[in-house]
């Protein structure tokens, strides 16, 4: 019992927490400004951004002829960090380049997939050229973990969380507004063009962190939002952010206690459990979706 208090307190706990209410706030925030119900945080291509730049870095350090950065402790696992940082932010400053090009938002969601595939395809190239070690190294990264980091790097990364969220609460009005649609908006006094690249750039930078400190965790995004639509039955962000924000923490506390279950040498993937958690809400976004179709 005293490991399992321990996974919900002190600094560890707190890890946890900002890595679930990050990703759940900017699902949130995707979902709104794409106003797409299966908008998630990599939507954008920003997790495969961050999943190219660690490969960069572990799949070409020793097809290279460098030492493994398994080898290399605390020092591999910030670099690890730094190249999932740099590998997120680039491609956040590509889309947000590209949104001041496009109007639509699906062109810029149809986008922002594409360059999704192009990452992934880098990646694939990268390991055909990478020793095994190194291949093994990266696989276990992609799994995602709220275990992953510890000391220094869990303090910065709970920092730096405790600035970018209440952050994000500044954003409900603008929210709100891209609610109601960009012509009503516009006559509202809204510019939609900064709204939009706001919005996008404070969901990048919470996914981008997030996935360099826990990797890439999927689902909690996605199905966040849509339990808490549900479960307050509406759509007003005053509500739904703070909801967001202590959902996705809750649930990430839970699904990582899941994946520690007692009997199990190690410990499961958090992302099996986000997907068993993830999956059936996706589902029946679907299901609903259709069915109200047809009953138009």
């Known amino acids: 019992m ?10 560890t706990g707190a890890y946890r927490i900002g890595g679930g209410a990050g990703l759940s706030v900017s699902g949130l925030q995707m979902q709104t400004v794409f106003r797409n119900p299966l908008a998630g945080p990599s939507v954008l291509g920003i997790s495969s951004g961050a999943s190219m730049g660690v490969a960069f870095v572990v799949l070409l350090s020793g097809s290279l002829g460098g030492v493994a950065l398994s080898k290399l402790g ?34 810029l969601l149809i986008i922002g997939v594409m360059i999704g595939y192009i990452a992934n395809a880098v990646i694939g190239v990268l390991k055909f050229f990478s020793v095994e070690e190194d291949i093994r190294a990266y696989v276990i990264w992609g799994l995602g973990s709220f275990a992953r980091v510890s000391g220094d790097q869990m303090t910065l990364f709970i920092c730096i969380m405790v600035v970018l969220l209440p952050l994000s609460f500044l954003l409900v009005k603008t929210l709100n507004l891209l609610l109601l649609g960009d012509a009503y908006a516009r006559n509202l006094g809204l510019n939609i063009k900064r709204a939009r690249l706001l919005v996008i750039t404070c969901s990048g930078v919470l996914v ?44 990430a506390l839970v699904c990582n206690l899941i994946a520690r279950m007692p009997g199990f040498e190690g410990a499961l993937p958090v992302n099996s459990v986000t997907a068993l958690v993830g999956a059936p809400v996706v589902m029946s976004v679907l299901f609903n979706r259709r069915r109200n179709e047809m009953n138009e």
């Open 2 to 11: 005293a490991k399992y208090y321990l996974e919900i307190t002190g600094t």
């Open 74 to 107: 605390f020092m591999g696992e910030i670099a690890l960090t730094i190249a999932a940082i740099a590998g997120s932010l680039s491609i956040m400053a590509l889309i947000v380049f590209v949104s001041q090009k496009v109007r639509g938002n699906v062109t």
């Open 208 to 251: 981008a962190i997030v996935t360099a400190y826990c990797g890439p965790i999927i689902f909690l995004g996605l199905a966040v939002p849509h339990l808490c639509r549900g479960m307050f039955r509406t759509s007003d962000h005053r509500i739904l952010m703070p909801a967001s924000l202590l959902a996705g923490a809750s649930l």
